[in-house]
């Protein structure tokens, strides 16, 4: 009996703290094979059409695939193949983080009223604040370059201290 109490105790336990993770996005498109880890879970699933976005999640995609993610502040981002992205927090009201760890990523951002940074990529070695724009970020985590791609708009990019990373 006590066993049981305490799996029902764990269980519910588990359960509210996975729920706590806000929903910031949904996947509008998928192609090929992609992946995604949410916070506090140990095993990657297959990324799905119309599955929901968590903050802190990791998202990795194959060679020839790309996921394509709307977000409420309605961001959309463009995962292009062979990439990994952690989305940290994307919000109506506060700024959007996204860490670009390997491979490409394409945003259009909407700007906001104050014209504030409204969205910011990271990578090892640079940060790249966005306040209303089209872009394109690559990262390649062999030779530690990152590279931007402007489209329409303006980027603040920003190379990190090597005492930082």
Do not use: C, W
């Not at 929903?23 to 140990?42: F, M």
């Not at 872009?135 to 303006?154: C, I, K, M, R």
């Amino acid at each position: 009996m006590l066993i049981l109490k305490m799996l029902v105790t764990y269980s519910l336990l588990a359960f509210s703290i996975n729920s706590h993770a806000a929903i910031i996005g949904k996947v509008i498109k998928v192609k090929g094979d992609a992946s995604i880890l949410e916070p506090r879970t140990t095993e990657a699933v297959q990324v799905k059409l119309n599955r929901v976005i968590k903050e802190d999640s990791s998202i990795l995609t194959k060679k020839g695939s790309l996921v394509i993610i709307k977000f409420k502040d309605k961001t959309r981002l463009v995962i292009g193949p062979r990439s990994k992205i952690v989305v940290q927090h994307v919000g109506k009201q506060e700024q959007g983080v996204v860490s670009l760890l390997k491979g490409k990523l394409r945003a259009t951002v909407n700007k906001n009223k104050k014209g504030d940074i409204k969205f910011v990529v990271k990578s090892k070695t640079a940060a790249m604040g966005v306040r209303g724009t089209t872009f394109q970020a690559t990262f390649n985590p062999d030779n530690n370059v990152t590279s931007l791609l402007t489209f329409n708009g303006e980027v603040a990019m920003v190379k990190k201290d090597k005492l930082e990373q």
